[in-house]
Structure formats: C-alpha cells, structure tokens
C-alpha cells in the first residue's frame, strides 16, 4: 500500500481485544511495507557499521606503506557511502509510507464504527476521547508501528556487527559481544515505571482535551450564564496536571536516555583502554584497535533505536488500548441485516406507488410564493425512480411502546420525559440504545435490514443535530431522494434570515449557496442552527423522517411558518415529530400521547387538550395546583352540562304533557 492509493478499500476486521493486540494486527496488516522498511533499514545500518572496517584497512594500509590496500579502502568507502544514503532514503519512506497507511487504516476503522454506532457512540463513549483516539492517539499508534521495521533491522545489525569484531578481533570482540548487552538491556528496570507516567500523562491530557472539547461546545451557554470563569479555573487546573504529569514522564525518559549514553561511553573507555594494552604488548596492531574502537563508536547509533522502541510501545500502549475500546463497540442490534431487502422493496413499492400529494395536485414550498407542483402519482414515480428500489415503505409501529405512524401522515409525539423522547425517536430509526423487539417499517423489522437500507428508509433528527464547517452548499449536499431542491427546503425551514447572517459573514460570496458556515454554525444562534439543520434533513426527503424537538430553538411566529411549510413538503411522506408545542401539534394529522413507556392516548391536539390531563400538563406546563384547579373546574363544567340536560328533559316532558 502507498500513500497514494489510500484510502484502502476495505481497512478490515480489527483485533480489538486490548491495545497490543490491535497493535499486533496492524503490524501483519502491513507485511509488504514492513519488509520494505527492513531490508532498506538492514542496508544502512550495515553499510553505517561497515564504515569502521574501511577505516581500520586504511589506517593499517598507511601504516603498512600499501597503496593498493590503501585503493582498495577507498573504493571500500565509497560503495558504503552509497549504500549508506540509498539505505537511508528509501527506509526514511518506506518508514514514513508505514507510519501514514498505518493511522489512515485506524482513522478509517474508527469513521467506520463512529458510522456504525451513529448517536449510540457518544453515549458510550466521552466525545473528548473519541476527539484524542482520531487525532493524537492515531499519531502514536502509526509510530510503533512504523519503528518496528527500524528497530528490527537495528537489533540484527547490532547482533552481526558483534560476531563480526568477535571473527576479526577476537580479543576486543569478546569484549563488545559481552557489554554491548549490557548497554542495550540494562533500561529494561526503568521501562515499566516509564510507561505508567506515560499512561498516566497521556489520562491527564485526554481528561483535559475532553474538558476543552465541552467546554467549547457549550461556550454560548456558558456566557449566557457567566460559567466561563468557572470553566477556565477548571480547564487550568486540568492543565496543570497535565504539566506536571508531563514533567515526571519526561524526567525517567531523560534518566533513560542518559544511561543510554553513559553506557556506550564507559565501554568504549574499556575498549578503548584494554585495545591500547594490547597493542603495547604487540597483540593486535593499530589498525585492529582503530576498527574496533570506530565500531563500538558507531554502535551508539543503532543502539538509540532500542530506546526509541520503548519509548513508541510506552506511548502507543495507552492510545492503542483507546483505540481498541471504541472499536470494540457493538450495535444493540445486527448491523448486517438477515433479510432480502431487493424482494420487501419490491412489495413495499407496489404497495406505495399510488401515493398522491394532495387533491389540487400541488404543494407549498414555503412563505415566499414558491410552489412546485407534482400531479397525482408523479412525485411518487419520480421519487422511486431516483430512490433505492430496496427502501421499504409502509406504517412505522413500534411494538415496544405501541406507538403507530401512519404511512404518508404527519405524526405528533408528546412525551413528559424529554430524554425519553430522544431515545424513542432513536428507536425509530433503527439505533435502540439496548436490544430490544425491532421496529416495524410496513411490517418489515429494520434489524431484518441492512443498515444501510435501514437509515435510507428511515431518517432521525436528533435535538442537537451538528452542523459541518463548509458553504451552505456542501451542508446540503446530502444523499437525497432528487425530489425536494435546497430552494424548497429552506423556504420551508424558514431560513431567509439564516442567509442574510451568513452572507453578512461572506461578503465576498455572490450565491447564498457559497456562504460559509463556521464550525459547528458556532456563528448563528441556536435557531438559526436548528432551521438549517431541518432545511438539510428535508431535502434528503426520506420514506420516514424522524424530528426530535425540531423547533425548540425557535420563536413562536417562525415556528408557525414551519409547521406549515413542513407540512406542506412532506405531503405524501411519513413524518413523526416529537414535540411539546402546541403550535406544531395543531398541524398533525394524529397525536400521540406517551406516557411511562407506552402509548396513553391518540387524537388531534384540539381533543386530547381537553380530554387528557395528563396531555393538557405536558402541553401547557400547568402546575399540579393548576390540574387540580382544571380538574374542579372541568368536574363543575361537567355537572352543569348534566343539569341543563336535565332540565331540558323536564321542559320536554312538560311540552308533551300540555
């Protein structure tokens, strides 16, 4: 694999069982580039060793008064020194080529199962720490496993370069093959302590990243209620442990580096001090003594990759075991789907062609006059035309609750417990936060589907959808049915004054469309983020949408508007809106009141506020004194209705009599 072909097809199934094991994965994942890496690694660093053995022939041809030897050496030299740079440029890409495809791969496995999950990932997991696992965590993680070629091809080099002295000197040789061990192993007692500073850092720096990360998020809030400070204070003190934390890690890593230079240096002394005795004594000539003590010299090199090595598995360990949590993460449900949805398309299609749009035959886009027309029958053609044939249509049911959504109605959801409602239009949609009994699309399980058909047919808005920084236009470049225009939608979202801020923001854009959206719309108001988002999920225009508090963020003559307009374009399509106002709810076609987990009554809004109580307390937020009072005075109503019907049975009595 190249940089250039990532990125890859199919990143795979990865071992996520513990953090060395998702490392161990990777690295067989990778065994053409890891090959490549060695056998570059292994040219120069045995071409870098080779250089004292050149050395030493020259010297000795000097001293010896030979020029061809002396020839020779230099020829010697000159193919080492080719052989250094060829072996250091391509390890430096083959390395850098490891490193790159190695974080891609975990990227990829890591957008794949945030994909998967959805709005169950973030649930489960801090979304600072999913923040550090994508970012700084997929860094370290490509470091091991890029510095395992290198410190392969270090560690056979070291291993040749001493049996080598011990042929060509046996005396000295000895020497080196016995301490060079010693250097290489002797940080061993230290690694452990290293790694949990390390890991203990690399705690204190996720905690304050996902510190930074909410804090960020709701800054808005914060100024609204002044906690700025008290976040800051917070965020400080985070950083402080960060710091000191960091400082301990890097006070043994210095001690280990320190011992890595102080070691060579005491067994050069020793060769250096032994190989002189031996010379005096007329053992080993001079040229011998240069070799071995350039060799020992140069030893220091390939050794540093030892520490180096360590250093990469103590930081990799800690992100790789992030790493591997969130991979480890599964669906409540069987994201592969069991049934052949080509063949419930079908019957659902047939069932649904005839859908028509309305007796005049033609829908409002919105309070701007536009309007775009669909004869009976058209829309339904066009939109199955241009929409997957797998979708399935039909009634939405969940057997858990008992909540119904008709097929092509509007459909209003009161629930008293907001969180509730989220996790109920959640289910919905096919994304139950715990295995349950599957929702029913046309009689059809979405567990029975595969997940992508499930989320074709069934599109969920949550509360606090996310707006991507970008232009307008590529926010609403979303996978859609063909059949509703960014024109349409956000004229039913009501979001003409949506573009007059982002064209205040964008002066330089002559189109709408190519204004610019700051991260995470941070630029507009609650509204104003929440219109757009609605705008955006309207145009994918899918079988089922699913609102979750659509117009929370939004005043009360707005909300009017879109309460229209959305009624309007979803003519002829399911839509279920989970909602509280009552401006929303007069426009559905059916309401649906869930209480405790299961549906409690079904109607228009008009009749259940009278003839439900407990809707009546959730739509109109009275108090418990103000449902005892409207149930006295509903109890009072109720009695002199009775009499005055009562009383008009005695008149009639009466009349019949005379």
């Not at 809030?221 to 800051?232: A, D, K, N, Q, T």
């Not at 979001?495 to 854009?509: F, I, N, R, W, Y």
């Amino acid at each position: 694999m190249q940089i250039q072909d990532l990125p890859y097809a199919d990143p795979g199934t990865p071992d996520a069982r513990s953090g060395p094991r998702f490392l161990w994965w990777l690295g067989r994942h990778q065994p053409g580039g890891q090959f490549k890496a060695l056998a570059w690694g292994l040219l120069h660093f045995a071409s870098v060793s080779a250089l004292p053995f050149c050395v030493g022939a020259a010297v000795q041809a000097a001293v010896d008064h030979s020029g061809g030897r002396l020839a020779l050496a230099g020829g010697l030299l000159a193919v080492v020194a080719v052989g250094i740079a060829l072996g250091d440029t391509y390890l430096h890409r083959a390395a850098v080529t490891n490193w790159i495809t190695a974080a891609a791969r975990v990227q990829q496995l890591l957008a794949r199962k945030a994909a998967l999950l959805g709005s169950a990932l973030t649930r489960r997991v801090a979304a600072g720490e999913v923040v550090a696992v994508s970012t700084g965590d997929v860094e370290k993680i490509g470091w091991f496993v890029e510095a395992v070629s290198r410190f392969t091809a270090a560690a056979l080099t070291v291993v040749l370069v001493c049996v080598a002295l011990v042929v060509y000197q046996p005396a000295l040789g000895v020497v080196v093959a016995a301490g060079v061990p010693v250097v290489a192993l002797a940080v061993l007692p230290l690694l452990p302590r290293a790694t949990r500073r390390a890991d203990f850092q690399r705690e204190k720096a996720g905690r304050a990243t996902e510190l930074a990360s909410d804090t960020v998020a709701g800054l808005r809030v914060l100024r609204g209620i002044g906690g700025e400070e008290l976040f800051l204070d917070r965020y400080r003190s985070a950083s402080q442990e960060v710091r000191r934390a960091a400082v301990r890690s890097a006070r043994m890593w210095a001690l280990i580096s320190a011992i890595q230079v102080l070691l060579p240096g005491l067994l050069m002394v020793a060769v250096v001090w032994y190989g002189v005795h031996l010379a005096r004594e007329g053992r080993i000539t001079v040229g011998e003594l240069v070799t071995v003590y350039s060799s020992v010299m140069i030893l220091t090199y390939p050794l540093r990759h030892f520490e180096e090595i360590a250093m990469a598995y103590s930081f990799s360990r800690p992100s790789a075991r992030r790493a591997a949590r969130v991979l480890s993460l599964e669906r409540a449900t069987d994201a592969g789907g069991v049934r052949d949805a080509e063949f419930d398309g079908a019957r659902s299609a047939g069932a649904d062609g005839a859908r028509s749009t309305g007796s005049d035959g033609v829908r409002s886009a919105g309070a701007d006059g536009v309007t775009t027309a669909y004869t009976d029958g058209v829309r339904s053609a066009e939109a199955d035309g241009m929409r997957s044939a797998h979708v399935p249509g039909g009634d939405l049911y969940d057997p858990a609750t008992g909540l119904l959504a008709p097929a092509g109605r509007l459909t209003a959801v009161v629930c008293g417990d907001p969180d509730a409602a989220g996790l109920l239009a959640e289910r919905l949609g096919g994304h139950p936060a715990e295995r349950s009994t599957s929702v029913l699309l046309g009689g059809v399980p979405l567990d029975e589907l595969p997940l992508d058909t499930a989320r074709e047919a069934v599109l969920v808005q949550d509360k606090d959808p996310v707006l991507l920084s970008g232009s307008l236009r590529e926010l609403l470049d979303v996978p859609a049915s063909g059949c509703v225009s960014a024109r349409d939608a956000l004229a039913a979202a009501q979001c003409a004054d949506v573009l007059d801020a982002l064209a205040q923001g964008s002066l330089d854009a002559e189109d709408p469309m190519d204004t610019r959206i700051t991260e995470r719309g941070r630029s507009l108001s609650g509204g104003q983020r929440q219109r757009l988002a609605l705008a955006r999920s309207l145009i994918t225009d899918p079988e089922v949408l699913v609102l979750d508090e659509p117009t929370s963020a939004v005043d009360s003559h707005t909300e009017a508007r879109i309460a229209r307009g959305v009624r309007d374009l979803r003519e002829g399509r399911t839509t279920v809106v989970f909602t509280s106002s009552p401006l929303l709810l007069d426009h559905a076609d059916r309401v649906v009141l869930v209480h405790e987990g299961t549906v409690a009554a079904v109607g228009v809004h008009r009749e259940l506020l009278h003839s439900e109580p407990r809707y009546r307390a959730v739509v109109t937020r009275e108090t418990d004194e103000e449902a005892a009072l409207s149930g006295v005075l509903d109890e009072a109503h109720r009695d002199a209705l009775h009499r005055n019907e009562l009383h008009r049975d005695e008149l009639q009595e009466i009349e019949e009599s005379a």
